[in-house]
């Protein structure tokens, strides 16, 4: 606080812990600063007495520096101590602490802070290439993620064919104590747990290095490794120890294993240990009985009959993939992973049918496939609804009608509601069937039945206008696989095939020939048919899309049963005379090229000795007193070489001087 002394004119100053805003206070003489109450007025200019106004009214920093005391005596004479004036500049404004402040016409204005330069907008053509970038990229991902899963289920077969050596099997029965041989009348995990505790007892898992190195020796090498030194630093190795164990005990064993992918990475954040003394197992055990499938994890000793989530571990788990004794592959990632469907399954980068579709090729025992997948619904079920609208999308027993495509429906349209989660009716994803256009219905072998309309109708748009203003949107009828039948093939008649309105024959599955027909596949059969005066129409096996555009793909023409023999016949007849026709063509092409070689030949020989050792002079005129003359007449091309030659009256032939 300051204050102003009236009797000598200077300002009083209070201790206010800023010797630096002192000291400027006590260098004013007489004239007093004026401080209004909610204004201040800055002026520029040199005062008469010199007096230099205070830049701001907040205290400055504090300093570490020691500060003199100043006492308030007012009568005493005070002198300050002398200093350099300080640099004369303009001064700034600053907004005091609950008080507003007016700048005058002499203060600088204060300048807007800059804005940020906006984004430049794309043309159309830096639009398109940004996209295929990007797909280019997805595309690029998606492959090397198939190329990676594939590698883990190959290894996994390896390993699961590892647990059934036998060798194995009987090193480890012969280490087990005769008392766990037996099963005992307790259920399953009553026998599972002392055979796990034993063998966990008997074998050591150790700590893998911090940097592994990739190693070349065998699967088989490191499990016999194991049951010689009864330790191993790899934990898939540790895990088949017991799977084989537990096969020759009479278990149906199944090898399980967590496959990471790079694509995981965004999830990696959403699960974390639930508990202490846990570790994040890649591989573990499953042990089915007749009416449950318990889970063994060998790497912490955790035995339940119930899925045990791998959201008590740190690394999340996109494809968690089971391997049977008969080396049938099951997915069992909804299993084990609680938010499955909301989270994991929406960062695998492959395609959905890609992955079933691999996966069904490899299984060869449907029964087992059947149960698990029965298994794996029944597991979501007794979940209950996700926890939030995202997670129907994907769920395999539940499902939202604000997520059907644009080609599915609900199938009964009243179907029955199974609740209702904020605002939206829950259906069964069995009633979410998949809808279809005619051309697809009839490339699967199948037709309409009798009396059926459109189960729902959409908007198609036309890519290409066959007349300018016409609409470039048209109805599409959708139809479902309950409104149709296997294709029943029409009758041919009196030697004419039936055939739709193009004037083909559609014959995209083999049951849709016509009945009394054949399918002869030879080329150039239609013109030849055409010639025999028989009906033989094109036969439709496809379509190809070039530049966006349906071409149908024709193989082959279909003619009655009558008329197959006949055209046949006449094929291989006129393929022999075309073979025939071209032999002799080329044999008459070869005689004509020798034929004009020898000729050539010949007159060179004629003509060189003809003029042999008759001189010429540089002006074309002979020894013997002829001048060689070259009409523009007699300019050919040479048959042989193919240039420019002219020739004189006495059948002297030279090349063009100009075509040289």
């Known amino acids: 606080s300051s204050g102003i002394n009236a009797e000598y004119g200077a300002p009083v100053v209070t201790d206010t812990g800023d010797s630096n805003v002192m000291q400027m206070l006590m260098a004013c003489e007489t004239t007093p600063a004026t401080i209004q109450s909610n204004e201040m007025e800055v002026d520029g200019s040199e005062s008469e007495d010199d007096c230099e106004q205070v830049e701001s009214e907040k205290p400055m920093k504090r300093t570490r520096r020691r500060k003199r005391k100043l006492t308030d005596n007012s009568d005493s004479d005070f002198q300050p101590s002398p200093r350099k004036e300080p640099k004369k500049s303009t001064p700034k404004l600053t907004k005091a602490k609950g008080k507003s402040k007016k700048r005058t016409a002499s203060s600088e204005e204060i300048k807007p802070a800059p804005k940020k330069p906006k984004k430049e907008e794309l043309t159309e053509e830096q639009k398109e290439i940004r996209r295929f970038t990007n797909r280019c990229v997805k595309d690029r991902d998606s492959c090397l993620e198939q190329c990676i899963l594939v590698s883990h289920v190959a290894s996994l077969i390896h390993i699961t064919r590892c647990c059934k050596n036998q060798l194995f099997q009987g090193i480890l029965l012969s280490k087990l104590p005769s008392k766990l041989h037996k099963q005992k009348k307790g259920g399953l995990q009553e026998f599972i747990t002392p055979v796990l505790d034993w063998y966990r007892d008997t074998f050591r898992l150790l700590k893998p290095p911090k940097?592994?190195?990739?190693?070349?020796?065998k699967c088989s090498q490191k499990v016999m490794t194991l049951l010689m030194s009864s330790e191993t630093s790899d934990e898939y190795v540790y895990v088949i120890g017991l799977c084989a164990l537990l096969q020759v005990l009479g278990l149906e064993t199944r090898f399980v294993g967590s496959l990471y992918v790079p694509s995981l990475e965004k999830v990696a954040k959403a699960s974390k240990p639930s508990g202490k003394g846990y570790t994040n197992p890649q591989h573990w055990l499953e042990v089915k009985d007749i009416d449950m499938i318990l889970a063994v994890d060998v790497v912490n000793g955790y035995l339940t009959e119930d899925a045990f989530l791998v959201t008590k571990y740190t690394k999340p788990q996109g494809y968690i993939v089971s391997i049977t004794s008969d080396l049938a592959i099951l997915d069992s990632t909804p299993k084990y992973v609680e938010k499955w469907a909301e989270v994991h399954r929406k960062a695998r980068m492959l395609n959905f049918e890609f992955w079933d579709s691999f996966m069904a090729g490899q299984s060869t025992n449907w029964l087992t496939v059947r149960e698990h997948d029965k298994l794996m619904k029944k597991i979501m079920v007794d979940r209950g609804f996700p926890t939030s609208v995202g997670g129907f999308k994907h769920n395999l027993v539940f499902a939202l009608e604000k997520d059907n495509l644009k080609v599915e429906a609900i199938y009964p349209k009243d179907a029955p509601v199974l609740g209702t989660f904020k605002g939206h009716n829950v259906y069964s994803r069995a009633n979410i069937r998949s809808l279809k256009q005619i051309i697809v219905i009839k490339k699967e072998g199948r037709a309409l039945k009798d009396g059926e309309v459109p189960y729902k109708i959409v908007k198609q748009k036309i890519l290409f206008d066959r007349w300018p203003g016409d609409d470039r949107w048209k109805d599409l009828p959708l139809y479902g696989d309950w409104q149709t039948e296997w294709y029943k093939a029409p009758i041919a008649l009196n030697g004419i095939v039936p055939r739709n309105e193009f004037g083909n024959v559609e014959l995209f599955k083999p049951?849709?020939?016509p009945v009394n027909t054949e399918h002869v596949d030879l080329p150039g059969t239609y013109a030849l048919a055409r010639r025999l005066n028989i009906d033989a129409p094109h036969a439709v096996t496809g379509f190809e899309f070039p530049r966006?555009?349906?071409?149908?793909?024709?193989?082959?023409?279909?003619?009655?049963?009558?008329?197959?023999e006949i055209l046949r016949n006449a094929w291989v007849e006129y393929n022999a005379n075309q073979?025939?026709?071209?032999?002799e063509k080329r044999l008459k092409k070869i005689y004509d090229n020798w034929k004009h070689l020898i000729k050539s030949l010949l007159i060179k020989e004629k003509i060189s000795a003809k003029y042999e050792g008759m001189g010429q002079s540089a002006s074309g005129v002979t020894s013997r007193g002829h001048v060689h003359k070259f009409p523009a007449k007699s300019r050919r091309r040479d048959k042989v070489t193919g240039d420019m030659v002219q020739k004189c009256s006495c059948g002297l032939v030279v090349p063009v001087e100009d075509e040289l």
């Open 211 to 217: 940097e592994r190195k990739p190693s070349t020796t």
């Open 579 to 583: 073979i025939k026709k071209a032999e």
């Open 548 to 564: 966006c555009r349906a071409v149908p793909v024709m193989s082959g023409v279909v003619v009655c049963k009558e008329n197959a």
């Open 511 to 513: 049951w849709m020939l």
